[in-house]
């Protein structure tokens, strides 16, 4: 059976899918004001040189085990088994997150109480809906990830005009600029933090160079998407965090979805009690939708790395196991199953205390520094193969010597310091206290790949 093509319209709709996180917005949106700094600074010093450094990349290795073959390639396996191992255990983690999400949206639109039955039902039938579709190609499913960008780009444009045009008529903000100041960032330890949440928004443009076999022209369409999606992508996260930093109060912004936002907004305008309940379920319904597509755009490039790494022995051999589309089933099984064994303990600890409970939302910030760690030999690779590989490039990242490693040490330390104010955003023993989960889930992640790492063996 002939493969369906993925044009270069399906690609740009995958980059802006898989990088454009909507839930991810509102703890952006908490940055406050700063936030229009940060996103111009990152834009320049780390989302273009990324783009441009995977374009490269992409197009000159073409390979379904991206970023883990561009790795393997300048530094061997066992480096190329650690981006494996950050890069897959970030994946489970991620999908236990957004399950919980899920219930969390359904509970505020329907303005219901959900039982310990419900919820854990909910959610592990969105973890194996998106499981079980993670076993087709990109081809396949393309439908999901382009219905889900165009959901996307509905209600978060529409969220950051309906703020807009809130401030225009009444000329109230909950966050007013008043000064130039209030646009500059802090640059405590508290202020830096923000650097790895505004980083994971960009992250995923490796994810579209997996999709070579499925593209007519990658060499051209590729760069093309990246750089397309790239700007949109970055208009499409700053117009709805700005529609709720004029929604609501920094603090409400880090606990509030993009639902709250739409129905202050809404309300402010005068709008019926029945009208924002409608338009704030259609809302929510959509985004739940989204949180479906977001994985699905993902699943394949994180399964065939996970495919490609068992295949060394960097992983089991269960992740080795294809269908006959040659997609790694096995590994978006993995998936499954071990998001649903966080899913389940997080629910019961949940249930015994608050404090409990709270130990469980470790596991998103987890998935979050597992998979900053996992890009940082990216950037090296890249220098290591332009210097040692003479493979001819079909795009090459413009400039010479000097400004190509500009273009690659820059996004390496801001990753390393994502990963840093991450985990010590504060050195105070308080601070530390209520982060030690956290820091000691990334050192169990350490000891478990290097545990891995020791098994694979170095072909000469």
């Known amino acids: 059976m002939k493969k369906k093509k993925f044009k270069l319209v399906d690609a740009v709709l995958a980059t802006v899918c898989i990088t454009l996180v909507a839930e991810s917005v509102p703890p952006t949106a908490a940055i406050g004001n700063s936030q229009y700094f940060w996103w111009l600074f990152l834009i320049i010093a780390f989302c273009i040189p990324y783009g441009m450094i995977s374009a490269e990349l992409g197009t000159t290795y073409q390979s379904e085990g991206g970023m883990y073959d561009w790795v393997k390639k300048a530094f061997g396996p066992k480096w190329a088994a650690r981006v494996a191992w950050n890069y897959w255990i970030n994946f489970p983690l991620w999908i236990a997150s957004l399950a919980v999400a899920v219930t969390d949206v359904i509970v505020g639109i329907f303005d219901i109480e959900l039982s310990l039955f419900w919820l854990i039902v909910i959610q592990l039938a969105y973890t194996w809906l998106v499981s079980i579709l993670g076993t087709q190609r990109i081809g396949e499913s393309k439908w999901i990830v382009n ?29 007013p600029i008043s000064s130039v100041a209030d646009l500059l960032p802090s640059l405590d330890l508290a202020g830096l933090s923000f650097l790895s949440v505004i980083i994971f928004n960009f992250l995923g443009f490796e994810v579209v160079a997996t999709f070579v076999d499925d593209m007519e022209k990658p060499s051209k369409e590729i760069p093309k998407a990246l750089v397309v999606g790239g700007i949109l992508m970055a208009l499409f996260y700053i117009l709805p965090a ?19 936002s739409f129905m202050i907004l809404l309300t402010t305008l005068g709008v019926s009690e029945n009208a924002v309940r409608i338009i704030v379920i259609i809302v929510g319904l959509m985004f739940i939708y989204t949180m479906v597509a977001n994985i699905v755009s993902w699943s394949f490039g994180v399964n065939s790395v996970a495919k490609y790494s068992a295949d060394d022995g960097g992983l089991p051999k269960v992740f080795s196991k294809t269908n006959k589309q040659g997609v790694p089933y096995m590994a978006s099984i993995m998936n499954g199953v071990v998001a649903s064994i966080i899913l389940i303990i997080g629910v019961i600890l949940g249930e015994v205390s608050e404090t409990a409970s709270n130990l469980f939302w470790t596991f998103f910030s987890l998935s979050l520094v597992t998979l900053l760690i996992s890009y940082v030999p990216l950037f090296m690779a890249f220098l290591k193969l332009r210097k040692t590989d003479k493979t001819k490039r079909v795009y090459k990242v413009p400039g010479g010597e000097v400004f190509t490693k500009v273009l690659a040490i820059v ?21 530390i206290g209520d982060n030690l989960p956290l820091i000691v889930g990334v050192v169990v992640s350490f000891i478990i790949e290097e545990i891995l790492v020791a098994r694979v063996k170095v072909k000469k």
């Open 147 to 175: 219905i889900g960008t165009v959901f996307k780009i509905l209600f978060m444009v529409g969220l950051g005009a309906l703020g807009i045009y809130v401030y225009i008529k009444t000329g109230e903000s909950a966050n």
């Open 242 to 260: 700005t529609g709720i930093n004029i929604a609501m109060s920094l603090e409400d912004a880090e606990a509030s979805g993009i639902t709250e």
């Open 411 to 431: 996004p390496f330390v801001l990753l390393i310091l994502g990963v840093v104010f991450t985990l010590f955003g504060d050195f105070t023993a308080e601070f």
